[in-house]
């Protein structure tokens, strides 16, 4: 069955909105915070917000596939999976800060054909399909930028650059340009994509972490690849920049 980009974008807002419910309701208030494995804390505004948008998707799409990161995969050899990060920057969540989204990604036959960062406080709806990129409803574009030293650049958690790549490297470049800030997670890619920022890094990422943000950043005009230039679906980590220096720094970042 084949999907319209309204009736794809229009599901889509749905499954947000249904999503940002149930974490509008858990923000701020007493619940136990839990550590996953990885060491990564998970509450059950995460796993509820997803468990409401796995139902939905069930109830209509019940052919397609769903991979969460909170409740793993379900029917993986559908042509179409949506793939779902309830709250992607839990750190800021349980922190009672409002930098943190929630990411949902339409894939088919392995490619990313739509993806959202929504902002449960804000209400803001970022959505990227078929070229473009809008924000509640308004087409939005990267910035201009030519220069690294004019360049703001954002990035998840330092150190943790220095645990999966170059740290110095990495360094180097935040010292170089106009401006680094720590504005992580899917919120750094929010802010590149509407025009606010040059660069946004990840030196680690999972599917459900990334996959979202490749229509987006592409929609918007940006390019989004891993930290070594290649194909960002099947990377797991991701530089997404306005384009123009994006060549340089994958460049100065690997250096």
């Known amino acids: 069955m084949s999907l ?7 599901f889509a ?26 060491e990564s804390p998970v509450t059950i505004a995460d796993r509820r917000a997803e468990e409401v948008m796995r139902d939905l998707i069930s109830q209509r799409f019940p052919d397609h596939g769903i991979l969460g990161e909170e409740h ?4 993986p050899d559908a042509d179409y999976q949506w793939v779902l990060d ?3 920057g839990t750190k800021a969540f349980v922190s009672h800060s409002y930098l943190f989204g929630t990411l949902i990604a339409l894939l088919k036959k392995g490619r990313p054909i739509m993806g959202v960062i929504n902002h449960p406080l ?9 070229g473009q990129t809008w924000l509640n409803g308004r087409q939005v574009h990267v910035r201009p930028c030519n220069r ?30 106009l401006r680094h800030n720590n504005w992580g997670d899917c919120h750094g890619y929010y802010v590149v994509a509407a025009g606010g920022a040059d660069i946004m890094a ?27 230039g290649n194909d960002a679906v099947t990377g797991q980590s991701i530089v997404a920049t306005g384009g123009s220096i994006h060549d340089e720094v994958i460049r100065l970042l690997n250096q």
Do not use: C
């Not at 319209?4 to 229009?10: F, L, N, R, T, Y």
């Not at 459900?208 to 005009?221: M, Q, S, V």
């Open 72 to 75: 793993g995969h379900y029917q």
């Open 148 to 177: 690294i030293e004019d360049a703001v650049f954002l990035s998840s958690p330092y150190w943790t650059v220095f645990q999966y790549q170059n740290g110095p490297a990495f360094s180097a470049l935040t010292k170089r340009v």
């Open 202 to 228: 990840d030196p680690i990422m999972n599917a459900w972490d990334l996959l979202a943000l490749i229509p987006i950043i592409e929609g918007a005009g940006g390019v989004i690849t891993d930290w070594q």
């Open 13 to 38: 807002k749905e499954l947000a909105d249904a999503s940002a419910a149930v974490i509008r309701h858990y923000f701020r208030t007493d619940y136990e915070v839990i550590s996953k494995a990885d």
């Open 4 to 10: 319209s980009q309204d009736q794809v974008i229009g």
């Open 122 to 130: 804000l209400n803001d709806f970022l959505v990227g399909m078929g």
């Open 86 to 88: 309830p709250i992607d």
